[in-house]
Every structure is written in structure tokens, then in C-alpha cells.
């Protein structure tokens, strides 16, 4: 069904595409946010054991003597102790004379007092934290500067950072696969509803033209609102070309029918054989063209149809029945004798109209070949399979016409003044194969044709 | 027999009159259905013939109003489409019988003699001819009490000849008024026909006789 239609993506992926990107973007947001806060956090809490450390052994400072002297309080480093065994660096400057420490840690600067420089340094490529503080003391000999630098490697610090992350991980991959789960669940209900809506589009029988009347999400009001104004549209102009073709019958055949009448009352009157011919050849012409007419519609309509039969149980020896009464009149005008052998049940799952059509042309055909004063058997048997056959006296098949007979617009090379079209063993060929079944044309021993549909 | 013919062509509707006149029944004609129904209330009729496109309506509503009432006067439906759709929906509103425009005289007639068969009592069908019963509608002939049943085409030729007793009637005429156009029907074969009804009426008073070169007529010997 989608075969010819052009396919551009699909909705239900794209939907779920859009929401597990979006999904994965929040998942890795949330991520990094979360990590960066931790790690600030966290660096807030060393900054601060850093800076305690150091406020407490600049607090030592003190001048005696006239010489900068400094108390280090053990506990000053013992603070600083961590599960990772952090290693940790001081160095001690009198204004720019380092007094103690590691001279590469750092190097003294002005600071604010009671202020705080908290900086990163390297060492063998390893980080480290430095805080740093200063304090003036005023000395018999002036004013002197002491600069503190406590620093501090990060494995802690690194340690905790990597153990949130890992969580912060975890709980993104979760979060993520949830929202994708849900994706998934949301794009395939949307999809299921625009199902729901096909399949209903796709059982409806040939001639159901009605509106949906099903309730449908609002997004898909609109299309269903259209396609029901479509569904309108269509039964308008099918109407309407209905109400065209019986119009431009009843325009058409009326006045032929005016004139075949004329004609033939005319015909009544008139002795000159020149006169009697052409009026002969007139009313020829019209059965002709309305014989024609009719069976142009009545293919169509089995070409129509036979893409989409209207199955119902047809009972085909009720049908042959209704059809030979229906005919008895015509073959009583040439005296013709229909006789029927009907084996019931003759049951057959098909479209009636198409069935009735079929064996209409193959009746009227045995009628119009078959001489007059003779019989015209019409058999329907349901073993082994189910068939109908249509037996006339007539002059039978060309041997070398038989395979061509049931193509369109061919008709027989000797059938003299008879009437016909070309096209009644087609449309009896097309709705017997759109049954599943076969068309059979022989000629019975004893001169006549025999047509036979086997279903 | 007395027809009732609704059709608004009127050309065609005088075509179609005459040529049932030619036949020697009478025929009154409605344009409209209200002139149809004016028609029916105030007259009896054998057969109705019924146009479906009528300028104030559908021929199918008259039908239906036809079949409502009760009556019972068959209906033959002239139609111009041809559809077998068409065709069922017809006969499921009471039509006795339907027939597609162009139609051919000779069909519209066995038609009509099949349906009169169906629906009526043959009583009043009977004519009696000297010692001769005949009846058109069944088809049956009584010649000193022995029934003959008459096939259609010698059935038709009698008829016509009764109908027009003493008439003489050249071959070529038998067959343009018995026959239909698509039936190849050779002058020698009303011959044949002739013959079997000189045989059927032996005996009796009703004489087919042969003036060469001009035709045959019927005789009433009494």
C-alpha cells in the first residue's frame, strides 16, 4: 500500500530522536553542573583548612629581640592530615628573606591585611593548593613583613571530586535512560493513534464514502477534518458523475430510440428495396452504438469493480434462474428453448452484480448464435469444482478464433449480421478471473459452442 | 389490449404509440407523471409503459406510488441506462419488466406478451373467429375443440393476420413486422411458418391464401 507513496523520514523516530537528544544534552548538563559546584565545594573546604593552617602560624609571629621569631604550632600542620596522605609545604619570608620552607613555593608579595591569597602552583606536575598571608609587626627597628605560604597537594581533594563524579555519572546514564524510555513510550503512542487512524481508512469497503466519526487526538482534528472533507468531495462527484452518466444516457439513447422507432414504423410503409435497405442499415447502426454504449459501461464497471469485489454469498443457481426468466421473452422471439440443469448448492463467495453481468452476456451471446427452434442449455454443476456452462446450436467457435475470442473489441470473422460489440466474453473472462477462476470456449460434437466458467 | 405510455419525448413517444397501433392495440399517451396518475384513476389498462425521466419526477416514484395502491396493472420500464445495478433496483420497486432505450419493436412486444402472461387471467383474451378461438397472450389455438399450443413465431403471424383479416401481406412485410432486425430471418422461412398454420387451421373456417406474386392474406370462409 505505502509502495507508491514517498516516504520522508518518520515521525515516531524523529520524535524519539528529538527526546533522547534532549534527554542526553539534561543528562550532560546535569552532569557538569553538578561536578562543577562539587569541586568548588569541595575547594572551598581545603581553601579553608588551608587558611586556618596559615592564619595559625602567622598568629606565632611575634618580634623578640629585635629578631622575627615564630612559635609553629604542630597542630598547624596536623590539621591539614588526610585520609590520602596529602603531602604538605610551608614557606616562611621576613619581608624577602625566606626564613624557613621552600623557597619555590611562592614568593612574598604585598598583602591586604587579614587577607588571603589562595593560588595553584606545580610540583613535578602534581598541583598544589597555596594560601598565602602576611602580617607587619612593628620591631624597635621599624616596621618588618612576615609573608606565610601553606600549600597542600589535591589526591583528597581528588579523590572525593572523582567518587561524586562517578555518582553524578551514574545518576545522569539513569536519568538518561529513563527520559529514552519514556521517549520511546511517547513517539510510539502518538504512532499508534495515526495507526489506528490508517487501519480505519484502509477496512473501509469500496463504497463507504462516510465521515470518521471515531474520536482522535486534537492534533490530528485537522487531518481527519480534511480528509473527511475530502471523503465529501469524492461522494459529491461520484454522485454527481452518476447523475451525469444516467443524464447523458437518457440524452442520448432517447433520440436514438426516437429515431429506431421512426425507422422502423417507416420501414412499415415503404416498398422500394433502396429505401428499405438504408433504413435497414439505420437501425443497424443504432443497435449497434447503443449496444456498444452499454457494454462500454458495463466494462468499466466490471473493470472498476473487479479491484475491489463486493463479496457476499451469491447462490449462482438462484442467479442463473432470475437471468434465463429475465431472458425467456428474447429467446421466445426465435423460438428458442432454455433449459436449465441447476445442481444445488451451487454457493460461490463473489460479487452478484459481476457474476450477473458475466452470465448475462454468455446467455445473450447463446441466444443471438443459436438458429431458431433450437435449445440453449444453461448447466450449473458443483463437482469436481463449481462451474456454469453455456451449451447453443449455433455455428460454434472458430477452431482458430478461440484463443483470441476473449480479448477486447474481437469478435468472430463469420458472424454475418449479428449484432455485438466484441466485448461481452471479455468483461464474462475479467469477472470470472477476478473470481480466481477460468473461461473455457469449445465447440460441442455435434456443432454449437459450449463456454464454461469454473470457479 | 390497452396500453398506457408515459413517456415526455414525444417524438418518441408517437413512434412508439403508432407502432403499437400497427399492432392493433390502443394506446393513450402521458407526458408527466401527474398526467400518469391522472390516467390510471380514471382508466383501465393492461400494461403500463413507464419512461423513467420525467420532467416532474422520477418514473421510480410513480412505481413505487403504483405498487403502493395496490395496483395491479403490470408495468414495463423503458429506461435509458443499462446498468445492471439499475436494472435490480427496478425490479425490486415493482417493475414487471424492464427494457434499455434504443429497444427493438419485436422485443418490447414479447415483452409485453410475457409479462400479460405472467400477471393476467387469459379469459378476456380470448377472440373467437368464426369457429376458431385464439388466444395472443397464451399462445393457444382451438380449432374443433383441439388445442393447439402455437410457438411464438406462428403464434405472432396468426395474430397479425387476424388482426388485419382479408389484408394481403407480402412476405417482405411478414418478416419487417415479425421479426427483429437482428434476427436474419430469409422470406423463405415465413414460408415455413405459413405452412405450419395452413396445417394448424385445417379444417376450420380460417383460410391462409396464396396470391402469387403479391402475398397472403387470410380468409374467413363462412
Same mark, same amino acid.
Given at each position: 500500500?505505502?509502495? $507508491?507513496?514517498?516516504?520522508?523520514?518518520?515521525? =515516531?523516530?524523529?520524535?524519539?530522536?528529538?527526546?533522547?537528544?534532549?534527554?542526553?544534552?539534561?543528562?550532560?548538563?546535569?552532569?557538569?553542573?553538578?561536578?562543577?559546584?562539587?569541586?568548588?565545594?569541595?575547594?572551598?573546604?581545603?581553601?579553608?583548612?588551608?587558611?586556618?593552617?596559615? @592564619?595559625?602560624?602567622?598568629?606565632?609571629?611575634?618580634?623578640?629581640?629585635?629578631?622575627?621569631?615564630? $612559635?609553629?604550632?604542630? %597542630? %598547624?600542620?596536623?590539621?591539614?592530615? /588526610?585520609?590520602? $596522605?596529602?603531602?604538605?609545604?610551608?614557606?616562611?619570608?621576613?619581608?624577602?628573606?625566606?626564613?624557613?620552607?621552600?623557597?619555590?613555593?611562592?614568593?612574598?608579595?604585598?598583602?591586604?591585611?587579614?587577607?588571603?591569597?589562595?593560588?595553584?602552583?606545580?610540583?613535578?606536575?602534581?598541583?598544589?593548593?597555596?594560601?598565602?598571608?602576611?602580617?607587619?609587626?612593628?620591631?624597635?627597628?621599624?616596621?618588618?613583613?612576615?609573608?606565610?605560604?601553606?600549600?597542600?597537594?589535591?589526591?583528597?581533594? @581528588?579523590?572525593?571530586?572523582?567518587?561524586?563524579?562517578?555518582?553524578?555519572?551514574?545518576?545522569?546514564?539513569?536519568?538518561?535512560?529513563?527520559?529514552?524510555?519514556?521517549?520511546?513510550?511517547?513517539?510510539?503512542?502518538?504512532?499508534?493513534?495515526?495507526?489506528?487512524?490508517?487501519?480505519?481508512?484502509?477496512?473501509?469497503?469500496?463504497?463507504?464514502?462516510?465521515?470518521?466519526?471515531?474520536?482522535?487526538?486534537?492534533?490530528?482534528?485537522?487531518?481527519?477534518?480534511?480528509?473527511?472533507?475530502?471523503?465529501?468531495?469524492?461522494?459529491?462527484?461520484?454522485?454527481?458523475?452518476?447523475?451525469?452518466?444516467?443524464?447523458?444516457?437518457? =440524452?442520448?439513447?432517447?433520440?436514438?430510440? /426516437?429515431?429506431?422507432?421512426?425507422?422502423?414504423?417507416?420501414?412499415?410503409?415503404?416498398?422500394?428495396?433502396?429505401?428499405?435497405?438504408?433504413?435497414?442499415?439505420?437501425?443497424?447502426?443504432?443497435?449497434?452504438?447503443? =449496444?456498444?454504449?452499454?457494454?462500454?459501461?458495463?466494462?468499466?464497471?466490471?473493470?472498476?469493480?473487479?479491484?475491489?469485489?463486493?463479496?457476499?454469498?451469491?447462490?449462482?443457481?438462484?442467479?442463473?434462474?432470475?437471468?434465463?426468466?429475465?431472458?425467456?421473452?428474447?429467446?421466445?422471439?426465435?423460438?428458442?428453448?432454455?433449459?436449465?440443469?441447476?445442481?444445488?448448492?451451487?454457493?460461490?463467495?463473489?460479487?452478484?452484480?459481476?457474476?450477473?453481468?458475466?452470465?448475462?452476456?454468455?446467455?445473450?451471446?447463446?441466444?443471438?448464435?443459436?438458429?431458431?427452434?433450437?435449445?440453449?442449455?444453461?448447466?450449473?454443476?458443483?463437482?469436481? /469444482?463449481?462451474?456454469?456452462?453455456?451449451?447453443?446450436?449455433?455455428?460454434?467457435?472458430?477452431?482458430?478464433?478461440?484463443?483470441?475470442?476473449?480479448?477486447?473489441?474481437?469478435?468472430?470473422?463469420?458472424?454475418?449480421?449479428?449484432?455485438?460489440?466484441?466485448?461481452?466474453?471479455?468483461?464474462?473472462?475479467?469477472?470470472?478471473?477476478?473470481?480466481?477462476?477460468?473461461?473455457?470456449? /469449445?465447440?460441442?460434437?455435434?456443432?454449437?459452442?459450449?463456454?464454461?466458467?469454473?470457479? | 389490449?390497452?396500453?398506457?405510455?408515459?413517456?415526455?419525448?414525444?417524438?418518441?413517444? *408517437?413512434?412508439?404509440?403508432?407502432?403499437?397501433?400497427?399492432?392493433?392495440?390502443?394506446?393513450?399517451?402521458?407526458?408527466? #407523471?401527474?398526467?400518469?396518475?391522472?390516467?390510471?384513476?380514471?382508466?383501465?389498462?393492461?400494461?403500463?409503459?413507464?419512461?423513467?425521466?420525467?420532467?416532474?419526477?422520477?418514473?421510480?416514484?410513480?412505481?413505487?406510488?403504483?405498487?403502493?395502491?395496490?395496483?395491479?396493472?403490470?408495468?414495463?420500464?423503458?429506461?435509458?441506462?443499462?446498468?445492471?445495478?439499475?436494472?435490480?433496483? &427496478?425490479?425490486?420497486?415493482?417493475?414487471?419488466?424492464?427494457?434499455?432505450?434504443?429497444?427493438?419493436?419485436?422485443?418490447?412486444?414479447?415483452?409485453?406478451?410475457?409479462?400479460?402472461?405472467?400477471?393476467?387471467?387469459?379469459?378476456?383474451?380470448?377472440?373467437? #373467429?368464426?369457429?376458431?378461438?385464439?388466444?395472443?397472450?397464451?399462445? &393457444?389455438?382451438?380449432?374443433?375443440?383441439?388445442?393447439?399450443?402455437?410457438?411464438?413465431? *406462428?403464434?405472432?403471424?396468426? *395474430?397479425?393476420? #387476424?388482426?388485419?383479416?382479408?389484408?394481403?401481406?407480402?412476405?417482405?412485410?411478414?418478416?419487417?413486422?415479425?421479426?427483429?432486425?437482428?434476427?436474419?430471418?430469409?422470406?423463405?422461412?415465413? *414460408?415455413?411458418?405459413?405452412?405450419?398454420?395452413?396445417?394448424?387451421?385445417?379444417?376450420?373456417?380460417?383460410?391462409?391464401?396464396?396470391?402469387?406474386?403479391?402475398?397472403?392474406?387470410?380468409?374467413?370462409?363462412?
Amino acid at each position: 500500500m505505502t509502495s $507508491d507513496v514517498v516516504v520522508s523520514g518518520s515521525l =515516531r523516530n524523529r520524535l524519539a530522536l528529538i527526546l533522547t537528544g534532549g534527554a542526553a544534552l539534561l543528562a550532560i548538563v546535569l552532569f557538569i553542573v553538578v561536578r562543577v559546584l562539587t569541586a568548588q565545594v569541595a575547594q572551598q573546604g581545603q581553601d579553608n583548612i588551608l587558611k586556618a593552617s596559615m @592564619s595559625s602560624v602567622l598568629d606565632t609571629a611575634a618580634i623578640r629581640d629585635g629578631q622575627v621569631t615564630l $612559635d609553629f604550632p604542630y %597542630s %598547624s600542620l596536623s590539621m591539614l592530615n /588526610t585520609e590520602a $596522605d596529602d603531602r604538605v609545604f610551608y614557606a616562611i619570608y621576613e619581608d624577602n628573606t625566606l626564613l624557613s620552607g621552600y623557597d619555590w613555593l611562592t614568593s612574598p608579595r604585598d598583602v591586604a591585611p587579614e587577607s588571603t591569597i589562595f593560588e595553584n602552583t606545580t610540583l613535578k606536575g602534581e598541583v598544589l593548593r597555596v594560601a598565602s598571608g602576611a602580617r607587619t609587626l612593628i620591631g624597635s627597628n621599624g616596621p618588618r613583613n612576615v609573608f606565610v605560604s601553606v600549600a597542600q597537594t589535591q589526591d583528597a581533594l @581528588s579523590n572525593t571530586l572523582n567518587a561524586i563524579s562517578r555518582n553524578v555519572a551514574f545518576l545522569g546514564l539513569g536519568f538518561f535512560a529513563m527520559s529514552s524510555a519514556l521517549a520511546i513510550w511517547a513517539a510510539s503512542t502518538t504512532s499508534r493513534q495515526m495507526r489506528r487512524l490508517t487501519s480505519s481508512v484502509t477496512r473501509r469497503g469500496p463504497q463507504d464514502l462516510s465521515r470518521f466519526t471515531k474520536p482522535v487526538p486534537s492534533e490530528m482534528a485537522p487531518l481527519v477534518a480534511s480528509l473527511n472533507t475530502f471523503m465529501l468531495r469524492l461522494d459529491h462527484s461520484l454522485t454527481q458523475s452518476e447523475d451525469f452518466i444516467a443524464e447523458a444516457a437518457h =440524452r442520448i439513447r432517447t433520440p436514438l430510440a /426516437t429515431v429506431r422507432s421512426h425507422a422502423e414504423a417507416t420501414l412499415q410503409r415503404v416498398d422500394r428495396d433502396e429505401n428499405r435497405t438504408s433504413l435497414q442499415a439505420m437501425v443497424r447502426a443504432i443497435d449497434e452504438s447503443s =449496444r456498444a454504449a452499454g457494454q462500454l459501461l458495463d466494462h468499466a464497471m466490471v473493470t472498476f469493480r473487479a479491484g475491489n469485489l463486493e463479496m457476499v454469498q451469491v447462490d449462482l443457481a438462484d442467479l442463473l434462474h432470475e437471468l434465463v426468466q429475465s431472458m425467456t421473452p428474447v429467446a421466445e422471439m426465435k423460438d428458442i428453448t432454455m433449459t436449465m440443469e441447476l445442481e444445488r448448492p451451487a454457493m460461490l463467495q463473489g460479487d452478484a452484480i459481476l457474476l450477473q453481468n458475466a452470465l448475462r452476456n454468455l446467455i445473450d451471446n447463446a441466444l443471438k448464435y443459436a438458429p431458431a427452434e433450437t435449445r440453449v442449455i444453461i448447466k450449473a454443476s458443483n463437482s469436481p /469444482t463449481l462451474s456454469v456452462s453455456i451449451y447453443d446450436n449455433g455455428p460454434g467457435f472458430a477452431v482458430d478464433e478461440i484463443e483470441t475470442l476473449s480479448g477486447r473489441f474481437v469478435r468472430g470473422k463469420d458472424m454475418g449480421n449479428t449484432i455485438g460489440s466484441g466485448l461481452g466474453l471479455t468483461i464474462a473472462q475479467e469477472v470470472v478471473v477476478a473470481h480466481n477462476g477460468s473461461m473455457a470456449l /469449445t465447440n460441442r460434437k455435434g456443432g454449437g459452442a459450449c463456454v464454461t466458467l469454473s470457479f | 389490449m390497452k396500453y398506457l405510455l408515459v413517456e415526455d419525448n414525444l417524438e418518441l413517444a *408517437e413512434a412508439i404509440a403508432s407502432r403499437i397501433r400497427l399492432d392493433g392495440h390502443a394506446v393513450d399517451h402521458a407526458a408527466t #407523471i401527474a398526467d400518469a396518475r391522472a390516467f390510471v384513476d380514471t382508466g383501465e389498462y393492461d400494461l403500463i409503459l413507464l419512461d423513467i425521466m420525467l420532467p416532474d419526477g422520477d418514473g421510480r416514484t410513480f412505481l413505487k406510488q403504483h405498487r403502493a395502491a395496490k395496483n395491479l396493472t403490470s408495468v414495463i420500464v423503458l429506461t435509458a441506462r443499462s446498468q445492471v445495478s439499475d436494472r435490480i433496483g &427496478l425490479l425490486d420497486l415493482g417493475a414487471d419488466d424492464y427494457l434499455t432505450k434504443p429497444f427493438d419493436h419485436a422485443e418490447l412486444q414479447a415483452r409485453c406478451r410475457a409479462v400479460l402472461r405472467r400477471n393476467a387471467g387469459s379469459a378476456q383474451s380470448v377472440q373467437t #373467429i368464426g369457429d376458431v378461438d385464439f388466444d395472443a397472450v397464451s399462445g &393457444l389455438l382451438r380449432v374443433n375443440g383441439n388445442s393447439i399450443n402455437l410457438r411464438n413465431r *406462428e403464434l405472432r403471424l396468426l *395474430e397479425l393476420l #387476424i388482426a388485419n383479416k382479408g389484408q394481403v401481406f407480402s412476405k417482405q412485410k411478414l418478416v419487417d413486422r415479425l421479426f427483429s432486425y437482428n434476427d436474419d430471418v430469409s422470406e423463405n422461412a415465413i *414460408e415455413v411458418y405459413i405452412g405450419r398454420l395452413r396445417k394448424h387451421l385445417e379444417g376450420s373456417q380460417l383460410r391462409i391464401v396464396t396470391l402469387r406474386g403479391l402475398g397472403y392474406r387470410l380468409n374467413h370462409d363462412v
